[in-house]
């Protein structure tokens, strides 16, 4: 029985020094700001913030509800295909968020437009990119990869889905864009109900920046993530 107590204690402080728990050890970033490509013009109430603020999320801040006024909505056709962004790529509808601090990020929770009523809305084809200083040169910016999302559930409240994982790679600003191709479900606008991101700054209790970076970072193949 001891050897048995000895081993699990061992495989715990294992996996603490290793990282081997990290993965669901990010916590929420709090200090988030948010810019979009557009928001739309019919009222002042689908605001790029109502994805950051968690607005619509339940008491447990894990179940997000189906009314617009806490969602963000693009305008029509997005903003054409601009690019502010240098270093991202070109979309008709982004949103670059901005943390306080840089974070090692774990990964972006993502609660996908679930208005009742309006299926296509939210965003499909999106590529996520990521830098530490947020400059104007495309040698500032990181691409995370291309993801396809799933459909948010209009006709019930949302529970959300991992976005994209970020396997420990250091950011202060993210930028998703949405695809030319299939950006979205399918209507005119673009649109998100929340998105959190997990990570930590407490860089000195955390392995060393990762090992092998570059190569998740390259490696990234889309995937489609599931509830
Ligand atoms: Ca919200």
């Keep these: 029985m001891r050897n048995s107590k000895q081993l699990f204690i061992s495989i715990v402080i294992v ?3 290793t990282g081997g728990l990290r993965a669901v050890a990010g916590e929420a970033v709090r200090n988030v700001t948010v810019t979009a ?4 013009p019919w009222d002042d109430k689908r ?3 109502n994805l950051i603020d968690g607005s619509g999320l339940d ?3 894990a179940v997000h509800n189906q009314n617009f006024m806490c969602m963000w909505l693009s305008s029509e056709k997005g903003n054409g295909l601009a690019n502010p962004n240098p270093g991202t790529v070109t979309g008709p509808a982004w949103l670059r968020f901005e943390f306080d601090n840089v974070y090692k990020l774990d990964r972006m929770w993502v609660w996908n437009y679930n208005q009742i009523g309006n299926k296509k809305r939210g ?3 999106v590529t996520i990119a990521y830098s530490t200083t947020g400059g104007g040169d495309s040698s500032d910016w990181s691409k995370l990869g291309d993801f396809q999302w799933d459909r948010g559930v209009p006709e019930k409240e949302s529970s ?3 976005g994209a994982g970020f396997g420990g790679v250091e ?4 930028v998703i864009t949405a695809g030319e191709t299939e950006g979205n479900w399918g209507g005119a606008h673009y649109g998100l109900s929340e998105v959190r991101f997990e990570g930590t700054t407490d860089f000195a209790t955390q392995p060393s920046p990762m090992e092998n970076q570059t190569n998740v970072i390259e490696s ?3 995937e489609k993530t599931g509830n």
């Excluded at 950011?171 to 993210?174: F, T």
């Design 59 to 61: 008491g447990s801040g």
């Design 37 to 40: 490509d557009s928001e739309n």
């Design 15 to 17: 996996l603490f020094v």
């Design 160 to 162: 959300g889905f991992q």
């Design 220 to 222: 990234h193949p889309p």
């Design 47 to 49: 605001l790029a913030a």
């Design 171 to 174: 950011a202060k600003y993210v």
């Design 123 to 125: 965003l499909k084809n």
